[in-house]
């Protein structure tokens, strides 16, 4: 998952990249409102962590632009702590969900994960593709009874995947959303990992739940045996 990080702060936006990286998402980092309002409307993110006091445009008007442009990226606005007229100012310019500084980053990791869940196929923290269940939260998952053991990048592949269940999701996509894009074009990252994953989730199971649309990407699916 791309995460874009708005934030003046360099230390806090620092911390944020480190923690949420940590967790296997992708970070990009701008520390200016009208900068945070060009990437946004540039590329396709999960999610936006956005706070409000920015240089060039606050916060408020990027999330207001990002929403009159059609942009549809949940965003989480950082708030002043006990700003009341902030946040209901943050749900009225359209941000999704609106957290206080200082916060506690487990909230700030779920309620990421909310807004991103929001914006997909499921509510639910925990997927359930055929016998193929993922728990988003913790980070784990099973195949029937059996755990399956993933790195954090196999985990970020499947969680994508997952995202999208039953659609197809291109290279490239796969490249900008769980790697950093640019980084990884001249590889086959993409195709290594694929194969990574086949071999735990599948392969072991007798199962194709990671269908290879020629041409075009690659499918999650319910796959039963």
């Known amino acids: 998952m ?5 934030e003046d702060e360099v230390s806090m ?6 923690g949420l990286e940590a967790e296997g998402y992708v970070v990009d980092v701008v520390h200016d409102g009208a900068e945070g309002l060009a990437r946004a409307l540039e590329f396709s993110f999960d999610a936006m962590v956005l706070d409000i006091m920015l240089p060039g445009l606050n916060g408020f008007l990027v999330a207001r632009r990002l929403r009159a442009a059609g942009e549809t990226v949940p965003i989480l606005m950082l708030t002043a702590k006990d700003g009341d007229l902030d ?3 943050a749900l009225d310019t359209g941000a999704d969900d609106f957290l206080s500084k200082p916060f506690s980053y487990p909230v700030l990791l779920a309620r990421l994960r909310a807004l991103i869940r929001r914006g997909s196929t499921s509510q639910s923290a925990l997927f359930t593709i055929g016998d193929l269940r993922i728990d988003m939260s913790k980070h784990r998952c099973w195949r029937g009874e059996d755990e399956i053991v993933l790195t954090a990048k196999e985990f970020s592949l499947l969680a ?25 074009f001249a590889t086959n990252v993409v195709e290594v990992y694929i194969g990574y994953l086949r071999r735990k989730i599948d392969g072991p199971f007798g199962r194709s739940s990671i269908e290879t649309v020629r041409g075009s990407g690659y499918r999650l699916v319910a796959s039963d045996g």
């Not at 936006?13 to 480190?18: E, P």
């Not at 996509?173 to 990884?184: A, K, N």
């Open 2 to 6: 791309r995460v874009l990080v708005v």
């Open 13 to 18: 936006a620092a911390s944020l990249r480190l």
């Open 87 to 89: 946040q209901a100012e």
């Open 160 to 184: 994508y995947l997952a995202h999208r269940e039953g659609r197809i999701v291109t290279r490239d996509e796969l490249l900008f959303h769980v790697w950093d894009g640019m980084d990884g």
